[in-house]
């Protein structure tokens, strides 16, 4: 054959080899099919230890029931029922271990999130009843007046 076969079939050669050099220094050792087989098993078997040490943040409703039931039933029928109570009191972590009390926000910007007026009719967000944060009663908290737990329509005025 001549030259201008062999020079682009030894620079292909050379190319995979060089792919098969980086592959071996790169690729972990741990890294293969393993027992979920070839369709779904494609990682890194250290890795599974890894997830494991992952902390779960957020632990959903159901956690908080068992603890503060008086809470989880006053807001459960409540307008605010489908709010998660780690929506309003951070990521509930290891708690009451660490932390031993998660963190209470009496701010007017908690429920300025959600109910500052907002219209935009397209996205559903102006469904959320909503007030003028600069005139609706300025400087006081929110939640002197619609308890956060259990508020009803005739407070939002
Ligand atoms: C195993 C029981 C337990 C669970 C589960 C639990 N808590 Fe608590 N929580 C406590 C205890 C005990 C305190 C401390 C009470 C105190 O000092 O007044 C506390 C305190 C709090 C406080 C602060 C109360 C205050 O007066 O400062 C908030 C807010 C709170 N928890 C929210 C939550 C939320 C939200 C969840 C779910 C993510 C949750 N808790 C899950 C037991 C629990
Ligand atoms: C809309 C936001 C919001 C949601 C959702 C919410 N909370 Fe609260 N929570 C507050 C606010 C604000 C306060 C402070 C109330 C006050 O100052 O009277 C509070 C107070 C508390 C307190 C301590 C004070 C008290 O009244 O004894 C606990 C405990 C608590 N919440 C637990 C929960 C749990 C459990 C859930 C879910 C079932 C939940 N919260 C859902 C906003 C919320
Ligand atoms: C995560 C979003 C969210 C936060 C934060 C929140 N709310 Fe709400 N709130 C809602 C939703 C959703 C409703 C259901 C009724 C609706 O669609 O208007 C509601 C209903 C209400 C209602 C009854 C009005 C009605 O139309 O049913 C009052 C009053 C209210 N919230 C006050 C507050 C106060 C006070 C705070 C702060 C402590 C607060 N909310 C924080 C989402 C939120």
Redesign the pocket.
Known sequence: MRNHVWRPLYLVIGVIALLLLVRTLVVPEDFGSHESGYMYGWHRKGNEAEWRQVAVKY???A??K???SEKYDSIRNSPHGIIP??DC?GP?MA??DDP?????DRSRQLCLRCHAQLPSPSSGRDAIRGIDPTGHNPGTECSLCPPPHHPSVSEMQ
Request: charged content about 20%; proline content about 11%.
């Open positions: 632990r959903t409703t956690y908080c068992d603890c503060h109570c780690e009191h509930g708690h009451p031993a009390k998660l963190p209470i």
